[in-house]
């Protein structure tokens, strides 16, 4: 059931997958379940669910270069006329890949008929009911949860991905009218600079719900970073208020790599075109996504622009062990090129907060966080000892990139913010001020980055304008005829659902929120200008 993916390796370089201990043991048992069982119609049942599934899913990823994701699942019913043509053009180039799912399923299907015909296994009811109860919790984990945990990792094994997709598919979007929230935005202009002077290594650090205001060199009580507070007094750094793009990591995180910053703008974001992984690779860069979270967050960074990436499920049993400390190991097995394009996502600051720390409590439980204490004094007094945890790492993280030879730009921030108990409110996926402001940093080093003499700190600056400083620095300007001055966007948890946002602007060193509003609201508003018209 796995040999689909190493198949699909030998003739399709979009296909990702390692094999991960506990789903290789999943996969065993279920196997075990399918032959205890007894019954040829029974196993050929849930082998013709897995081949079905399986046919999509690595046509998918041969053709499109990614994993299918619900929404992709719940358009083929509606786009099987455009699914035709493509086949019909594009078979000759990737009928081999139709073989790696073929092989498999052929042998597992003649093994599984040819021995269960024998009798050599009473058929038990038993192994038929637990088999059908392990499938069904999928879906019903699906009816209890968000979108974004049902989303595929590129390195997770396809029938895993698939397992995901189609259990939320089939209990969020199956039978209900699909609806395209892509706004026709107009198209950025990606413009290469001649003989730009390119930094040898680019650091983009990026921690987990990270707010600004917990930070003590941007003005709260405590000392919760002093490593970097040090680095701000010595100038070897600019500190900088930011707003995020959107409030969960599965939404911001393409929109900072990919430079997008209107809602709805999923062409853009597809597209790739400002995508900075790509124009660091067009300009001989080795690039890396380095993280201890799951492989999904890369699933819309172009995974065809990223040379190499680890992730949780490359190494689980580092991870398990050393939690974010496992970056710098990580790191030691990168594949170094000339020039390197790096994305480091840490999770240190992420909820439940004292188990980032729970390693390491003699260095930073430093304010209370034991269970007698009210629920809400525990936790914030944890949140503020994970960003010490999270400063004495970043230390490592910069000493690790001023190791590398040659000059440099290392770039610190977080995905979003995070609410700590205002309102007995926690968490990050509604746009309020406390998830929409986050910390920047810049550290450059044998570099100056353009403007770096009249940057001031605590100014405000976007994800959006951080990306395009980002892509300036690898040599490329970004034209957005979209942007309005001084206000950008802050979206919802997912970006390819009726998803809410808020206008973010600064007024005298503010930031100041829009009304809500969500992309179904502004398609209706923007249709109904065109019939006026």
């Not at 065993?28 to 079905?52: D, E, H, P, Q, Y």
């Not at 605590?458 to 620095?473: F, I, N, P, Q, V």
Request: aromatic share 10%.
């Amino acid at each position: 059931m796995l040999a689909d993916d190493f198949l699909l390796k030998l003739v399709n370089p979009n296909d990702h997958a390692v094999l991960e201990a506990r789903f290789v043991a999943a996969l065993f048992g279920l196997s075990m379940f399918m032959w205890l069982g007894g019954s040829r119609i029974f196993a050929n049942c849930v082998l013709t669910l897995f081949a079905l599934m399986q046919l999509l899913q690595l046509s998918h990823i041969a053709v499109m270069g990614r994993p299918l994701t619900p929404v992709d699942i719940a358009k083929i019913p509606h786009e099987l006329g455009e699914i035709a043509t493509a086949t019909g053009s594009e078979f000759r180039e990737y009928w081999p890949s139709l073989l790696a799912w073929g092989i498999p399923y052929l042998c597992l299907f003649m093994l599984f008929n040819a021995i269960l015909a024998r009798k050599m296994f009473p058929q038990s009811r038993w192994a038929q009911a637990i088999l059908l109860l392990v499938l069904l919790s999928k879906p019903h984990e699906a009816s209890n949860r968000a979108m974004p945990q049902f989303l595929p990792g590129p390195t997770r094994s396809s029938l895993y991905n698939s397992l995901n997709a189609f259990s939320y598919y089939m209990v969020k979007m199956a039978g209900r009218g699909v609806h395209s929230y892509d706004i026709a935005w107009r198209p950025y202009q990606v413009i290469r600079q001649d003989s730009p002077v390119l930094p040898d290594e680019i650091w983009l650090v990026i921690a987990d719900s990270l707010r600004v205001d917990r930070l003590g060199f941007a003005g709260y009580a405590r000392s919760t970073a002093p490593g970097i507070a040090t680095w701000i007094d010595r100038g070897d750094a600019r500190w900088l208020r930011g707003v995020p793009g959107a409030v969960s990591t599965g939404a911001s995180l393409p929109l900072l790599i990919n430079v997008v910053e209107e809602p709805g703008n999923i062409a853009e974001m597809r597209g790739h075109r400002a995508n900075l992984m790509r124009l660091a690779r067009s300009r001989g860069y080795m690039t890396h996504f380095v993280t201890v979270q799951g492989s999904n967050l890369v699933n819309d960074l172009d995974i065809a622009s990223i040379d190499a990436i680890t992730t949780h499920e490359t190494y689980p049993i580092l991870v398990s062990q050393q939690g974010d400390r496992a970056i710098l190991s990580m790191l030691d097995r990168q594949p170094w090129g000339r020039r390197n394009f790096v994305v480091i996502m840490l999770r240190s600051t992420h909820f439940p907060y004292p188990d980032n720390y729970s390693r390491e409590r003699g260095n930073f439980a430093r304010w209370p966080d034991a269970e007698t204490l009210p629920d809400g004094t525990r936790r914030s007094n944890a949140y503020d000892n994970s960003i010490l945890y999270l400063d004495s790492l970043l230390s490592l993280l910069r000493r690790r990139f001023e190791s590398r030879p040659g000059t440099g730009l290392f770039v610190f921030t977080s995905d979003h913010g995070e609410l700590l108990g205002e309102s007995g409110r926690w968490g990050h996926n509604v746009i309020l001020p406390q998830t929409s402001t986050v910390p920047i940093l810049l550290i450059p080093h044998g570099y100056s980055p353009r403007g770096w003499g009249t940057l001031r700190n605590g100014d405000w600056r976007s994800h959006y304008a951080l990306g395009k400083m980002l892509a300036e620095t690898l040599g490329y300007v970004i034209s957005n005829p979209n942007e309005r001055p001084g206000c950008v966007y802050v979206q919802g948890p997912e970006l390819e659902s009726d998803n809410d946002f808020r206008e973010a602007c600064t007024w005298n060193g503010e930031l100041m929120l829009g009304p809500s509003m969500t992309l179904g609201q502004m398609i209706a508003t923007r249709n109904g200008k065109h019939a006026r018209q």
